[in-house]
């Protein structure tokens, strides 16, 4: 791919990573919020570069309109309580699980690096509304509706979890 | 810009992702860390259905994988609101109930 693709790509792709770093190193929990919000839209624009026109939009509604604000709510009933200590858990530990958990990583994206697909060319239609469409009511209609289902339980099991026990 | 790039960025985001789930103690930021990972996880998806265009079933997987992680979140928070009323923090090292 060649032309905006890539300009979009190197774009996005440092924004995902700076708003991924914001997200794990934050001290305070709604500059994470933030950060996963830049993560998050920054990943919308790549899937622009991937021919998913649908999956860019979802991830915009769902992911920030919806996961984001749930985050930042939950942020606001806790109140100042969401901020832990400056240091958590013990320095050592910490910085060999980063270190480790880094190390490992690097060499996986070292690796993986060098695999190579040739981009073929896509019909029209690929990634669309229409195209993603007609494939999940043609190929995938029963675990789209299985996932109605989950989305059900999940709704009824946080209110029975959040509920307070005195009412 | 090769699909290469798109599979080195996913590792460096879940690379991202599981430090902050194992390194942070605070609930909230260990739940945004997982959707840090969910999403890296997407980016591999929809590029691997890019290079193989010849279906839509990353983009199909992709839609399901967005949709378990709004329950998922969901029911995390949830959770992360009644730890929160027993222990009154929402740090990991404070729950204890259940380790003696």
Known sequence: ?167 | MGINAYLALASVLFGIGAVGFLTRRNMLIQLMSIELMLNSVNVLLLAFNRAYPGNHDGQVFAFFVIAVAAAEAAVGLAIVIAYYRVRKTIETDKATLLRY
């Not at chain 1, 979802?58 to 942020?75: D, K, N, P, R, T």
């Not at chain 1, 490992?104 to 994206?109: E, Q, T």
């Open chain 1, 1 to 167: 791919m060649t032309g905006p693709g890539t300009a979009l790509f190197v774009m996005t792709a440092i924004f995902a990573i700076v708003g991924a770093v914001i997200t794990v190193a934050a001290r305070r929990p709604l500059r994470a919020a933030m950060g996963l919000l830049v993560h998050i839209a920054s990943l919308a624009g790549m899937f622009l570069t991937l021919n998913a026109h649908l999956l860019a939009a979802i991830q915009l509604l769902v992911y920030a309109g919806a996961i984001v604000v749930l985050f930042v709510f939950v942020i606001m009933l806790i109140g100042p309580e969401t901020e832990t200590g400056p240091i958590e858990g013990r320095l050592v530990s910490r910085s060999t699980a980063a270190a480790l958990t880094l190390a490992v990583f690097l060499v996986v994206a070292s690796s993986v690096g060098s695999f190579a697909a040739p981009w073929v060319s896509v019909e029209a239609g690929f990634g669309t509304v229409e195209g993603l469409g007609l494939a999940i009511y043609r190929d995938a209609l029963v675990p789209f509706e299985l996932i109605s289902i989950t989305l059900l339980v999940a709704i009824i099991g946080a209110i029975a979890i959040a509920r307070s026990p005195t009412e």
